[in-house]
């Protein structure tokens, strides 16, 4: 057994120095002294070889990239480079953070910002959080080869810009007792699959998804087969599992917007290329732009989405196929409380007295623990309940976590505060709140909890606060301030302004000149009608000025502008060649004629003749092929 004695990048006794040192099969653990300290990188970590890292859950040392501004490199990449084996490897008991994979999705550079796994790999009693990834796997990455567990871990806070901001399960992948919240999925239509991207053979077990986006389809999960044009079919079961307060945004392409808590999506009509079987699992409270939406199936083919019985089912257009023994649907409200710490490693959402979801399900994997594992049965008065969480355990001393959290406060199902008609000034309760402002120049600030905030008529000032708000002006001159998490901001008519401030936030300023600032984190930015100004901030954004003329700033992190005929000729301010990109809609680059004009550059659509946009003081000579991703 070797032993990291230091907090160094490298050298002896750095973690990096151990796992080049390590024989195959070694075990690697940390001094206790280094327990609640950070490591921090200067370059990934390579795995290539049977190994354990063995760290200290309740102590754990955490393991940090440094994100955007420390380059561009995930924490973990474990991968033998031998495709006809499996090297197998354990990482127990560390926070992985920091990781920005950014690169060619044809590479896998780009995927899976925690961890890229090309092997056999089991991740337990771990926090993956803060990762990014420019392609797929935000946390992370099971690649078609690899096999992957995830056990007793939280996922969360971490971003992709396409498929999996959680989780990307491409290969076998198994995920039991834990958590996936706060992922998000950004690129515009294509961020598939906010919590967990299911492309293979996926098992969630007795774990919760909970409070993830995708700005495509599937806000907690996303399932689809690989290509219409391979031999390969995707297997999902889904068994004792929360999938809620999920959410899938509503963009202006593709089909996005669908499944808030579950969506599959058939690339083809061929039977049996895509099943997903769920069995006594929770799926409701999850939502997309136009109000409460669960489970949906796009292209569905004879079992695409299957019942094993005793679900509890919101809405969506696969309700029908919940019709098996002891499945509930059309339950809108399922009786939850919010996610928090509530005994185990991992968070959870209790169940509520009187829910629909107590002794109503089953247990077809002959579990004894809830998710929440050792002292919280899996079954009392003789039948399970309904989810990851069983009701009526006695709640001990909760376990200690990276991120402990305060008790659960039961929240009412929210109900609509209505304005006057006249100027009102109305504040939230720090529950989840439904305000509708009326006529009039209203200000509303829903302050805590996950808030819907209706302007309506008039020049109306909309604060979110905490929680993941959605915040809908309608018509007049009105100003959107998002908060703090992940918010969607709706300008609708009128010269709006928009300010995401923090958390990955969708923004559309709709209808005339509206100013839209991303703020923090990696957002996106739809200009509608209108001459707009936009500014993505920090972090990894999306830009799409829309119709007219726009301005665009990318500002710092690795930003992507959308191009598509019939769009005005944006301006571009800050393009940097090799960081940031374009996304085609429509289009390839072949279509696209790139101009040197004075010392801009501009490019055009060369069919048409068409400017699609001016890069500012760009070289033409530097933009080729590689700037463009085709959407």
């Not at 992922?183 to 996926?202: E, M, P, Q, R, W």
């Not at 710490?341 to 959402?349: A, C, V």
């Not at 002292?375 to 039948?383: H, Y």
């Not at 665009?552 to 191009?563: E, H, N, V, Y």
Request: glycine share 18%.
């Amino acid at each position: 057994m070797a032993t990291v004695t230091n907090l160094n990048d490298s050298g002896a006794g750095s973690l990096r120095q151990a796992i080049i040192d390590a024989a195959a099969g070694e075990t690697i653990n940390f001094d206790p002294s280094l327990g609640g300290q950070t490591i921090a990188l200067a370059s990934e970590l390579l795995i290539d070889k049977n190994l354990t890292i063995d760290g200290d859950e309740t102590n754990p040392v955490t393991i940090d990239a440094g994100g955007n501004a420390n380059g561009q490199f995930r924490v973990f990449n474990v991968d033998d480079g031998n495709a006809n084996n499996q090297a197998t490897v354990t990482i127990d008991g560390v926070n992985i953070t920091g990781g920005f994979a950014f690169g060619s999705n044809a590479t896998n550079a780009g995927d899976g910002g925690g961890i890229f796994n090309n092997e056999n790999i089991t991740v337990s009693n771990a926090v993956i959080t803060g990762n990014t990834a420019s392609g797929d796997g935000g946390g992370f990455y099971n690649n078609d080869l690899g096999t992957a567990n995830i056990i007793n871990t939280t996922i969360s806070s971490n971003e992709a810009n396409y498929n999996g901001g959680g989780v990307m399960a491409f290969g076998n992948t198994t995920i039991a007792n834990s958590t996936i919240n706060n992922n998000s999925a950004l690129a515009v239509g294509t961020g598939d699959g906010g919590g967990v991207a299911i492309f293979g053979t996926t098992q969630i077990n007795q774990s919760t998804i909970s409070g993830n986006t995708a700005n495509g389809q599937g806000g907690g999960v996303y399932v689809t087969a690989n290509n219409p044009n391979l031999n390969h079919f995707t297997t999902a079961t889904i068994a004792n599992s929360t999938i809620t307060n999920n959410f899938a945004q509503t963009p202006t392409l593709n089909n996005g917007g669908t499944g808030g808590g579950l969506a599959s999506f058939a690339l083809d009509s061929t039977p049996n290329k895509i099943a997903t079987t769920v069995t006594s699992t929770i799926i409701s409270g999850n939502r997309n732009n136009t109000g409460a939406n669960d489970v949906d199936e796009l292209r569905a083919t004879s079992n695409s989405i299957q019942s094993g019985g005793n679900n509890l089912i919101g809405t969506g257009n696969a309700n029908s196929r919940f019709s098996a023994t002891g499945d509930q649907t059309g339950v809108t409200s399922p009786g939850l409380d919010p996610l928090a710490d509530n005994g185990g490693p991992t968070q959870t959402h209790a169940l509520q007295a009187g829910s629909a979801a107590i002794n109503a399900g089953s247990n077809p994997l002959g579990l004894t623990t809830d998710q929440r594992g050792t002292g919280f049965q899996r079954v009392i008065n003789g039948v399970a309940d309904i989810g990851a969480f069983e009701f009526g355990n006695s709640t001990p001393t909760p376990t200690p976590t990276p991120t402990p959290t305060p008790g659960p406060t039961p929240t009412p199902t929210p109900s609509t505060i209505f304005g006057t008609g006249a100027d009102d000034n109305i504040n939230g309760n720090g529950q989840d709140n439904i305000i509708d402002g009326l006529a009039g120049d209203d200000e509303i600030n829903g302050r805590g909890g996950n808030d819907q905030l209706f302007g309506r008529s008039g020049n109306d000032t909309l604060i979110g606060g905490g929680g993941l708000d959605t915040l809908d002006a309608g018509p007049g001159n009105d100003s959107l301030s998002g908060g703090g998490a992940s918010d969607t901001l709706l300008g609708f008519g009128g010269n709006d302004t928009l300010n995401g401030d923090s958390g990955s936030d969708f923004l559309d300023g709709g209808a005339n000149r509206d100013i839209i600032n991303g703020g923090a984190n990696m957002d996106t930015l739809l200009g509608g009608g209108g001459i707009d100004t936009m500014d993505g901030g920090d972090g990894r954004d999306t830009l799409d000025g829309g119709l007219s003329a726009d301005n665009l700033t990318g500002g710092t992190g690795a930003d992507s502008f959308l191009l598509r005929s019939g769009d005005g000729n944006d301006l571009i301010t800050d393009y940097t060649d090799g960081i940031d990109n374009f996304l085609l809609d429509g289009l390839t680059f072949s279509d696209v004629t790139v101009i040197q004009s004075g010392a801009n550059t501009i490019l055009q659509e060369t069919a048409t003749s068409q400017n699609l946009a001016t890069l500012a003081s760009v070289a033409a000579v530097n933009i080729d092929s590689g700037d463009f991703v085709v959407i």
